[in-house]
């Protein structure tokens, strides 16, 4: 989740990661795998600070 901007000012909204692991909790009698890919190109930390911690 975060703010986007709108017209008005700014909006919460959910992402795709937020909408992959809301529909994976509610989807328990399947498996999920998320993949990610070129993993090393970018900043880990900044990424998924708030999903690790």
């Known amino acids: 989740m975060g ?3 709108t017209s008005s ?3 919460l909204t959910t992402g795709t990661f937020y909408d992959f692991c809301k529909k994976a909790d ?3 009698d399947n498996e ?3 993949i990610i890919d070129e ?3 970018g900043n880990l ?4 600070v708030n ?3």
């Open 3 to 5: 703010y986007r901007p």
């Open 9 to 11: 000012g700014f909006e």
């Open 26 to 28: 509610k989807d328990r």
């Open 32 to 34: 999920y795998f998320l």
């Open 39 to 41: 993993i090393n190109r």
């Open 45 to 48: 930390s900044k990424f998924l």
């Open 51 to 53: 999903y690790l911690c």
